[in-house]
C-alpha cells in the first residue's frame, strides 16, 4: 500500500471515530434531556419522590431546587440558617423570577431578628409575582405576623381578586375581621370601593355572622361607596338578615328604599298586589317556591285589571303547597284582603286558599281566604281580620286547603289579580266571630303552620 493511500485511509478512519464520538454524545445528551425533562414533568405535577432523580439529570432545574430547600427547611433546626438560606439563595439564582425563595429566606431573616431586611425582600417578592394568588396568600401571613394587619388584608383581596375559588378559604378569615369590633374598620378600603369579591362576602357575612352589628357596621361601611357600587344583592342579604333577626321595621325601611320609581308604583299595604312586575323573590315582595310541578309567570289575560295577571299552573302536584308568600310589617287595626280570581280546571278535592298568619312573637292565623277550585270565571273574593298589637310581623300564604294526603293532590290553573289590603273601621259581626273560632273555640282545628324557610 502507497503512503498517499495508507494516510488517506488513516484521515477516514479519525473522522469514523469523530462522528461516531459525536453521535455518542448527542446521544447521551438526548437520553439526558428526555429523563430530565420526564422526571421535572412528574415533579411539577406534584411527585415529590422523582426530586432526586431530577437534581440528578437537571442539577440546576429551578422548581426541584426550591423543593430541596423547602426539605431542608422542614428538616433542620434554626441553629443551621446559613445551610437552609444558602439553599434558597441557589434555588433563587436558577429562576430570579420566582418570588418563593425571596419569601422563604425572608422569613428566615425574621425569625433572625433582622426584620427590616426581611421587608425589604418581601417587598421584593411582592414586585416579582403581583397576580400569583399562592404568593399573595404568603406575603398575607407575614404581614399578619409582622402585626401589620392593613397590609395582609390587601394581599388577601388581591389572591381574592385572581382566584374565586379562594373565598371559601379567606371569607372565614374576613368573617373573623368583621366580628371583632376593634378591627372591623379594616374592612372600609374594601367595602368603599368597586372590590369585585366584596357583594358576595356581604352575602356570606349575612349569613354566618353570629350577632346583628357585624352585619349592619358592614353595611354602614358600603353606604359611604358612591351609590352605583351596592348591588341589588347586597341590600337583598341585609333585608333577609333583619327578617332573620326579627328586626322587622328596619327590614322594610331597607327594601323600600332600594325599590326604583316603577317599584314604588306598586308599593301599598300588599306589594305588586296586580301582578304587574315579575315576582321578586326578596324582601316583602312576593316569594314563590321553586318547584317542578308548578309553574307562576305575570301574563296578559283576558279580563285582567290591568295589563297582566298571576297565572299559576299545577303539574301533578301531590304534596301540600304553600309556595306564594309574601311578608307584611302592617301596624295594629282592621283590614280587608281582597282580591280577584278564576280557577280554571283546577281539579283538587281540597283546593287552594289564602291564609294570613301573625309570625312574631308567634304564630297565629288572623284570617283565611273562601277555598278555589274547579273552573269558573273572573270572581271577587275578600276577608277581614285584625293585626292585634303584639304582631309584628306577617305572612300572606296562598296554600293548600286540605288537611288528608288525598286532599292535597292538585292539577289545572287558577289565575289571580287585583290583591290588595285596605284599612277598615272595625270588624264586622261575622268577622269577629270567625276570629273568636280561630282563638281555639271548642270544635274548631288547628291549622298546620305554613313555612318560611324560603324568606331566610
Same mark, same amino acid.
Given at each position: 500500500?502507497?503512503?498517499?493511500?495508507?494516510?488517506?485511509?488513516?484521515?477516514?478512519?479519525?473522522?469514523?471515530?469523530?462522528? @461516531?464520538?459525536?453521535?455518542?454524545?448527542?446521544?447521551?445528551?438526548?437520553?439526558?434531556?428526555?429523563?430530565? %425533562?420526564?422526571?421535572?414533568?412528574?415533579?411539577?405535577?406534584?411527585?415529590?419522590?422523582?426530586?432526586?432523580?431530577?437534581?440528578?439529570?437537571?442539577?440546576?432545574?429551578?422548581?426541584?431546587?426550591?423543593?430541596?430547600?423547602?426539605?431542608?427547611?422542614?428538616?433542620?433546626?434554626?441553629?443551621?440558617?446559613?445551610?437552609?438560606?444558602?439553599?434558597?439563595?441557589?434555588?433563587? !439564582?436558577?429562576?430570579?423570577? %420566582? *418570588?418563593?425563595?425571596?419569601?422563604?429566606?425572608?422569613?428566615?431573616?425574621? !425569625?433572625?431578628?433582622?426584620?427590616?431586611?426581611?421587608?425589604?425582600?418581601?417587598?421584593?417578592?411582592?414586585?416579582?409575582?403581583?397576580?400569583?394568588?399562592?404568593?399573595?396568600?404568603?406575603?398575607?401571613?407575614?404581614?399578619?405576623?409582622?402585626?401589620?394587619?392593613?397590609?395582609?388584608?390587601?394581599?388577601?383581596?388581591?389572591?381574592?381578586?385572581?382566584?374565586?375559588?379562594?373565598?371559601?378559604?379567606?371569607?372565614?378569615?374576613?368573617?373573623?375581621?368583621?366580628?371583632?369590633?376593634?378591627?372591623?374598620?379594616?374592612?372600609?378600603? #374594601?367595602?368603599?370601593?368597586?372590590?369585585?369579591?366584596?357583594?358576595?362576602?356581604?352575602?356570606?357575612?349575612?349569613?354566618?355572622?353570629?350577632?346583628?352589628?357585624?352585619?349592619?357596621?358592614?353595611?354602614?361601611?358600603?353606604?359611604?361607596?358612591?351609590?352605583?357600587?351596592?348591588?341589588?344583592?347586597?341590600?337583598?342579604?341585609?333585608?333577609?338578615?333583619?327578617?332573620?333577626? &326579627?328586626?322587622?321595621?328596619?327590614?322594610?325601611?331597607?327594601?323600600?328604599?332600594?325599590?326604583?320609581?316603577?317599584?314604588?308604583?306598586?308599593?301599598?299595604?300588599?306589594?305588586?298586589?296586580?301582578?304587574?312586575?315579575?315576582?321578586?323573590?326578596?324582601?316583602?315582595?312576593?316569594?314563590?317556591?321553586?318547584?317542578?310541578?308548578?309553574?307562576?309567570?305575570?301574563?296578559?289575560?283576558?279580563? *285582567?285589571?290591568?295589563?297582566?295577571?298571576?297565572? @299559576?299552573?299545577?303539574?301533578?302536584?301531590?304534596?301540600?303547597?304553600?309556595?306564594?308568600?309574601?311578608?307584611?310589617?302592617?301596624?295594629?287595626?282592621?283590614?280587608?284582603?281582597?282580591?280577584?280570581?278564576?280557577?280554571?280546571?283546577?281539579?283538587?278535592?281540597? &283546593?287552594?286558599?289564602?291564609?294570613?298568619?301573625?309570625?312574631?312573637?308567634?304564630?297565629?292565623?288572623?284570617?283565611?281566604?273562601?277555598?278555589?277550585?274547579?273552573?269558573?270565571?273572573?270572581?271577587?273574593?275578600?276577608?277581614?281580620?285584625?293585626?292585634?298589637?303584639?304582631?309584628?310581623?306577617?305572612?300572606?300564604?296562598?296554600?293548600?286547603?286540605?288537611?288528608?294526603? #288525598?286532599?292535597?293532590?292538585?292539577?289545572?290553573?287558577?289565575?289571580?289579580?287585583?290583591?290588595?289590603?285596605?284599612?277598615?273601621?272595625?270588624?264586622?259581626?261575622?268577622?269577629? *266571630? %270567625?276570629?273568636?273560632?280561630?282563638?281555639?273555640?271548642?270544635?274548631?282545628?288547628?291549622?298546620?303552620?305554613?313555612?318560611? %324557610?324560603?324568606?331566610?
Amino acid at each position: 500500500m502507497s503512503a498517499p493511500q495508507k494516510g488517506s485511509n488513516l484521515f477516514a478512519f479519525g473522522w469514523r471515530v469523530v462522528l @461516531l464520538v459525536a453521535a455518542a454524545v448527542l446521544a447521551w445528551q438526548v437520553i439526558t434531556t428526555g429523563l430530565g %425533562d420526564h422526571y421535572a414533568q412528574r415533579l411539577e405535577q406534584g411527585d415529590d419522590t422523582v426530586l432526586a432523580q431530577v437534581l440528578t439529570w437537571r442539577p440546576s432545574h429551578p422548581e426541584a431546587l426550591y423543593r430541596q430547600a423547602l426539605r431542608l427547611l422542614a428538616e433542620s433546626d434554626d441553629t443551621e440558617g446559613d445551610g437552609r438560606e444558602t439553599a434558597l439563595s441557589r434555588a433563587y !439564582r436558577a429562576d430570579p423570577t %420566582d *418570588a418563593r425563595p425571596l419569601i422563604e429566606i425572608a422569613a428566615l431573616r425574621f !425569625r433572625a431578628e433582622q426584620p427590616e431586611q426581611a421587608d425589604a425582600l418581601m417587598e421584593i417578592a411582592a414586585a416579582l409575582a403581583p397576580a400569583d394568588p399562592g404568593v399573595q396568600l404568603q406575603m398575607a401571613a407575614y404581614w399578619d405576623q409582622r402585626q401589620q394587619p392593613e397590609r395582609a388584608l390587601q394581599h388577601l383581596s388581591t389572591a381574592l381578586e385572581v382566584d374565586r375559588s379562594l373565598r371559601r378559604e379567606i371569607f372565614p378569615a374576613l368573617l373573623q375581621v368583621a366580628e371583632q369590633p376593634a378591627r372591623r374598620g379594616l374592612l372600609r378600603p #374594601f367595602a368603599t370601593s368597586s372590590t369585585s369579591w366584596w357583594p358576595s362576602f356581604f352575602g356570606y357575612l349575612s349569613r354566618e355572622a353570629e350577632t346583628i352589628e357585624a352585619v349592619r357596621f358592614a353595611y354602614n361601611l358600603r353606604r359611604l361607596a358612591p351609590p352605583e357600587v351596592m348591588t341589588d344583592e347586597e341590600r337583598a342579604a341585609y333585608v333577609r338578615r333583619l327578617q332573620k333577626d &326579627g328586626l322587622i321595621g328596619e327590614a322594610y325601611l331597607i327594601w323600600v328604599n332600594g325599590l326604583d320609581s316603577v317599584e314604588l308604583g306598586q308599593l301599598g299595604l300588599l306589594y305588586n298586589g296586580g301582578f304587574e312586575l315579575p315576582l321578586s323573590n326578596e324582601g316583602f315582595g312576593w316569594t314563590l317556591q321553586r318547584s317542578p310541578r308548578v309553574e307562576a309567570r305575570p301574563l296578559a289575560t283576558q279580563g *285582567a285589571v290591568g295589563e297582566r295577571a298571576l297565572l @299559576l299552573r299545577f303539574r301533578a302536584l301531590e304534596t301540600r303547597f304553600s309556595g306564594l308568600q309574601q311578608p307584611l310589617f302592617l301596624q295594629p287595626g282592621t283590614y280587608r284582603l281582597s282580591g280577584r280570581v278564576r280557577p280554571k280546571g283546577l281539579e283538587s278535592v281540597g &283546593g287552594l286558599q289564602w291564609r294570613l298568619t301573625c309570625r312574631s312573637p308567634e304564630t297565629t292565623l288572623l284570617g283565611e281566604s273562601p277555598r278555589f277550585l274547579g273552573s269558573g270565571e273572573w270572581r271577587d273574593f275578600a276577608f277581614d281580620f285584625e293585626v292585634p298589637p303584639d304582631c309584628q310581623y306577617q305572612l300572606l300564604v296562598l296554600a293548600s286547603a286540605g288537611r288528608r294526603a #288525598f286532599e292535597l293532590e292538585m292539577n289545572g290553573v287558577i289565575w289571580l289579580d287585583d290583591m290588595k289590603i285596605t284599612r277598615t273601621l272595625g270588624l264586622d259581626a261575622a268577622s269577629r *266571630a %270567625d276570629a273568636l273560632l280561630r282563638d281555639g273555640a271548642p270544635g274548631t282545628e288547628t291549622l298546620p303552620d305554613v313555612s318560611t %324557610d324560603e324568606l331566610q
